[in-house]
């Protein structure tokens, strides 16, 4: 009969307590994560990426904690399958994306938030549900901050500044209540009003584009004909202003003359008399034709004409 050796008790406790300390004693954090170490439920330390050692048993518990993480919250809409084509959800959301604006008018938007943890500690043991306190804040300042602008400023020129809002506001709040969030981004995907006034807001955007349109082309016209008028009025008045200064010179040149000649009259009286008189003369008899000259004593003309 073969011999049979037993081990001792205490060798297979040793190798059973040996096994739970290596099972339950060594855990492994990945590259986007950090481990929030807690002793008998107390924060103790945080380790990074890689294989750690920890007491076993359950003396020390580790939580992993994505922090190089993006996560994002959808509001109003969810994706469905995320890729070349997105596809969404058609499960209406309206009670979170319908909204008051400011001249009290409802707009249905839909937006996004996309933040990482930046304290694992915080995110632990400040906040029980994550989602739903980022979900309710959100929605929240979001209401707040559309309630101040009129329904065209967040339809159209407002939706940047809406953004920084509130992020602005929503970071302010997280930071305030130490829930160690940081938010990244927050931005407006898509703001229409509800679905049973869409096809008459449609009808009044059309209209609005028609007269926008109508009033570019007034205004095409208008810088077209309004410098050809202002030019071709400034021509007529600058050809005035030529034609009145013509004539003033020549008038004051007409006047210069004639006190140039009334003051050699006034020297010589009878000699600038005939002098004057001899000129016209030859200015107008060098336009004559014919000239006949005749005695002063003769009664009739017709003697000296040929009348061939």
């Known amino acids: 009969m ?12 040793g190798l059973i307590a040996a096994g739970l300390v290596l099972f339950t004693g ?31 048993m359950g003396i020390e518990r580790v939580y992993p904690v994505k922090t190089d993480y993006i996560f994002k919250a959808e509001f109003g809409f969810r994706t469905k399958t995320a890729g ?7 499960k209406s959301y309206e009670q979170e994306s319908h909204m008051l604006t400011g001249d009290l008018n409802v707009l249905t938007i839909e937006w ?8 694992p500690v915080q995110i632990l043991f400040n906040i029980r549900d994550v989602e739903k306190t980022l979900r309710d ?32 506001e929503l970071q302010a709040i997280f930071d305030e209540y130490d829930v160690g969030i940081q ?10 009003p509800p ?36 030019g071709e009025a400034l021509k007529i008045v600058k050809e005035a202003e030529g034609y009145a200064l013509e004539k003033i010179n020549r008038a004051e040149g007409d006047a210069k003359r004639f006190e ?4 050699e009259y006034k020297k010589a009286e009878d000699v600038t008399r005939k002098r004057l008189y001899l000129e016209n003369m030859q200015e107008i008899l060098s336009k004559a034709g014919k000239k006949y000259i005749t005695d002063t004593d003769e009664k009739s003309i017709l003697p000296l004409l040929r009348l061939e």
Request: proline share 4%; hydrophobic share 40%.
């Open 183 to 192: 938010v990244v981004t927050v931005k407006l995907q898509d703001v229409n």
């Open 112 to 119: 996004i938030i996309q933040y990482k943890i930046k304290d």
């Open 260 to 263: 140039l000649l009334w003051t």
């Open 137 to 168: 804040i959100s929605e929240s300042v979001m209401r707040k901050s559309v309630g101040d602008y009129t329904f065209n400023e967040v339809l159209t020129t407002s939706r940047i500044e809406i953004n920084n809002e509130v992020q602005e």
């Open 195 to 230: 679905n049973p006034v869409k096809p008459a807001f449609n009808e009044v955007n059309e209209a609005k584009q028609e007269r926008e349109k109508l009033i570019n082309q007034a205004w095409e016209v208008f810088n077209q004909k309004i410098p050809q008028a202002k």
């Open 2 to 13: 073969k011999d049979v050796r037993v081990f001792p008790a205490a060798v297979i406790i």
């Open 84 to 90: 070349v084509r997105t596809t969404y959800q058609n």
């Open 26 to 56: 060594i855990y492994t954090i990945e590259t986007n994560e950090v481990g929030v170490v807690l002793r008998f439920g107390k924060f103790i330390r945080i380790t990074e990426p890689g294989i750690h050692i920890k007491l076993p």
